[in-house]
C-alpha cells in the first residue's frame, strides 16, 4: 500500500493553508471542512496547480515537489487526476472525445484501466455519442470521472464532485465512487463538506478547519467528533452504525436488519440476508423515551443506555450519546439530539436505560463481512 | 473603363493576407501572455498595443517612416542585410501593415483566451497534456471563434488602409500601389467610373467577408467553459 506525504503552506495573504499529513491511500479517503477551510486548495496543491503552494509532496516513492531538492513537477507529471465540482468537460469535444483525450495521455502502466470496463463502470455506453452540451449534471461528473479514470492517475482526487447536485442525483451518483478503488485500483481522496456522503464512502476521515487538519482518523470515530460536528452543523450530526440485512417482509416492502442485536425495519432495501449495511442516523431524527412506547408510528425503538449527555450553554438543545450494544458487548452509539428541558424533564443522566426511536436513517450497502 | 488595373487588387490582398498570417504568429503568444500575465506591467504592455487604434494613421506612418529611412533604426540594418529601402517597398508596407492592424488581431485572441479561462486548461493537465499540448487541443479549439474574428477583422483593416501606406509606401505601381491608394488616384484624377469599380468592389468584398464571419459566429458559439 502506497502512501501520500504532504507538508504544505499555501500563503495568499488573508487565508493560510497549513498542512503535514502521512496518508495511506487505500480506498477512499475523505477531507471534510466548511467553506474556506482549505479543502480545494489543499488538493489543487496537491494536484500542482497551486502556484503558490510551498512545501513537500511525495506520493509512494516519487518525490513530486520539495523545494530542498529543487523538485516541482508540473500537474501534467504528477500522475494525480482530478475531478473538479463543475466537471470541466471539454465543450469542443464530444462525450468519446472527452474520454479519449484522458487515454490518449495515460501515464504508461500495465495496471491501465480499460476504455471498455471504465464506460461500463459508469454507465457510459448510451451517452458516448452525445454532445457535452446536452448532458445533465450528473452525467457530466460521471464523464469527468471516467476521464480522469482513462488517464490512469496513481491517485484520483475529486473535488466535491456532487455539490452541484440535487439529493436523488447525489445519491444515485454515490455507488459509482464507491466502487472505483476497488475496480480499478486507483485510491481516492474525496472533498465533501456533506456527512451522508463522507459517511457512505471513506473509511479515513480528514478534518479541515481554517486552514488546519483539526482531526483525522478512522469515519466512525471522526464523524462523533465535535470538529465533524462544526463542519456540517449541528442539524446533520448524527451516528454511524454498521448493520446486517437479516431478512424481507415483502407484504409491506420492508426489509429488518440486525443492529447489535436488536431489530430495525426499514423501506425495502434489495439485498440478501447478511449484507452488511452503514446506517447515517442524524441525532435530529432521534427521539428518547423512559419506557417502550407501543402507541405510536414509530416503530424503530432501540435499547439503549445513556453514556453523556452535552448541553448547550446557552442554547435549548443537548445532545444525547447512547450506547445500544448488550452490557459487555462492544459499543454502538446512537446520538439523539432533544431539548434541554426534555432532559431535564425525564432525569436523564449516565448509565441510565433508555429508549431510542429512530424517525430516519439513511444507509449504504456494503460488500458482506 | 476598358483598361481597369486590377493589379492594386491583388497588392492589396497580398498584404493583406501576409500581414495577417504574420500577425496571428506573433499575435497568439503576446495575446496569450497577455491572457495570463499577472505582471504589474501589463497595462502598460495593453496601451502600446491598442495605440494603433486611437493614433491618427499619419502619426504611426510618420514615426514608421523615421524608423524605415535608409538611416533608420530598422531601415539601416535591414538596408545591410537585404540591400533594399524598406522605405516604399513591399517589405515595409507588411511591416508597417502589421503595426497598424496589431489591436484589431491582438484583442480578439486575447477576449477568447481569457474566455476559455484556466479552468479547461487545468483539467487538460490533470490528464497529462503538457502546456504547448494543451493549448494546441484544449485552448486553441475553444478560442476558435477569436481566431476567425482576428483573422478577418486584421484582414478586412488592412485592406481599408490608406494614410499609413502614403506615408511610408508612396504610390509605386506593382510594389505599394495599394487599393485605396489607387482609388483615391482614381479620384485625384476625375476617373470616376473607375473609382466607382474598385470602392464598389472593396465595399461589396469587405460586407461579404462580414456576413460569412456572423453567419460562422452562429454556427460556433463561443465555447463556455
Not at chain 1, 196 to 225: D, M, N, P, S, W
Not at chain 1, 301 to 317: K, P, T, Y
Request: charged share 15%.
Amino acid at each position: 500500500m502506497s502512501a501520500l506525504a504532504f507538508d504544505l503552506a499555501v500563503d495568499r495573504g488573508a487565508f493560510v493553508l497549513r498542512a503535514c499529513e502521512t496518508l495511506p491511500l487505500a480506498g477512499i479517503t475523505a477531507v471534510m471542512g466548511a467553506s474556506g477551510s482549505g479543502k480545494s486548495t489543499l488538493l489543487r496543491a496537491l494536484a500542482g496547480l497551486e502556484p503558490a503552494a510551498r512545501g513537500r509532496v511525495q506520493l509512494g516513492g516519487t518525490l513530486l515537489q520539495d523545494a530542498a531538492a529543487g523538485v516541482c513537477l508540473p500537474p501534467h507529471r504528477r500522475g494525480i487526476g482530478y475531478v473538479f465540482q463543475d466537471a470541466r468537460l471539454f465543450a469542443h469535444r464530444g462525450v468519446a472525445g472527452n474520454l479519449r483525450y484522458g487515454l490518449a495521455r495515460a501515464r504508461p502502466g500495465a495496471a491501465a484501466p480499460n476504455f471498455d470496463d471504465v464506460v461500463a463502470a459508469l454507465d457510459l455506453g448510451p451517452l458516448l455519442g452525445r454532445r457535452v452540451a446536452g448532458l445533465s449534471g450528473g452525467e457530466r461528473q460521471r464523464v469527468a470521472i471516467a476521464r480522469a479514470l482513462l488517464a490512469n492517475p496513481r491517485l484520483l482526487l475529486l473535488d466535491e464532485p456532487l455539490s452541484a447536485l440535487d439529493a436523488q442525483r447525489r445519491a444515485e451518483l454515490l455507488p459509482y465512487i464507491r466502487q472505483l478503488p476497488g475496480r480499478f485500483g486507483i485510491p481516492l481522496i474525496y472533498v465533501s463538506h456533506a456527512v451522508e456522503e463522507v459517511a457512505q464512502l471513506a473509511g479515513e476521515v480528514l478534518i479541515l478547519a481554517a486552514g488546519r487538519v483539526t482531526a483525522r482518523g478512522e469515519v466512525h470515530a471522526v464523524l462523533q467528533r465535535p470538529e465533524a460536528a462544526a463542519v456540517s452543523g449541528r442539524f446533520e450530526a448524527g451516528a454511524l452504525l454498521d448493520a446486517t440485512l437479516v431478512g424481507q417482509l415483502p407484504e409491506y416492502a420492508l426489509t429488518e436488519l440486525d443492529l447489535a442485536g436488536q431489530r430495525l425495519v426499514l423501506p425495502h432495501i434489495d439485498a440478501a440476508p447478511g449484507t452488511r449495511l452503514r446506517l447515517h442516523v442524524r441525532a435530529r431524527d432521534v427521539a428518547l423515551a423512559l419506557h417502550r412506547v407501543d402507541a405510536i408510528s414509530i416503530r424503530n425503538q432501540l435499547e439503549g443506555r445513556v453514556l453523556r449527555i452535552d448541553a448547550e450553554a446557552a442554547g435549548a438543545h443537548a445532545e444525547v450519546l447512547l450506547d445500544l450494544a448488550a452490557p459487555g458487548a462492544a459499543p454502538t452509539h446512537l446520538r439523539a439530539r432533544i431539548t434541554r428541558e426534555a432532559a431535564a424533564a425525564l432525569g436523564l443522566a449516565a448509565g441510565q436505560p433508555v429508549w431510542a426511536l429512530v424517525k430516519g436513517v439513511s444507509f449504504d450497502r456494503r460488500e458482506t463481512g | 473603363m476598358s483598361d481597369l488595373d486590377l493589379g492594386p487588387v491583388w497588392l492589396t490582398l497580398r498584404l493583406a493576407g501576409i500581414t495577417v498570417a504574420l500577425l496571428l504568429l506573433i499575435g497568439t503568444p503576446l495575446a496569450w501572455w497577455l491572457a495570463h500575465t499577472r505582471t504589474r506591467v501589463k497595462p502598460l504592455i495593453e496601451a502600446l498595443t491598442a495605440l494603433p487604434l486611437v493614433l491618427p494613421p499619419t502619426v504611426i506612418g510618420f514615426y514608421l517612416l523615421v524608423l524605415f529611412a535608409p538611416a533608420g533604426v530598422l531601415g539601416e540594418p535591414w538596408l545591410r542585410l537585404t540591400g533594399q529601402t524598406l522605405t516604399f517597398s513591399f517589405s515595409g508596407l507588411v511591416l508597417a501593415s502589421m503595426v497598424y492592424s496589431l489591436p484589431f488581431v491582438v484583442q480578439p485572441l486575447q477576449g477568447a483566451f481569457e474566455a476559455v479561462g484556466r479552468g479547461p486548461l487545468e483539467a487538460a493537465a490533470t490528464l497529462g497534456a503538457g502546456r504547448l499540448d494543451a493549448f494546441f487541443t484544449v485552448a486553441s479549439p475553444l478560442a476558435l471563434r477569436g481566431y476567425v474574428t482576428a483573422g478577418v477583422l486584421g484582414f478586412a483593416h488592412t485592406l481599408g488602409e490608406f494614410g499609413v501606406v502614403l506615408m511610408v509606401g508612396g504610390n509605386i505601381p506593382g510594389r505599394t500601389r495599394v487599393l485605396s491608394i489607387a482609388i483615391y488616384e482614381q479620384v485625384e484624377t476625375l476617373n470616376f467610373a473607375q473609382a466607382h469599380l474598385l470602392s464598389a468592389g472593396l465595399l461589396l468584398f469587405s460586407f461579404v467577408v462580414l456576413v460569412l464571419v456572423y453567419a460562422l459566429n452562429r454556427r460556433f458559439p463561443v465555447h463556455a467553459a
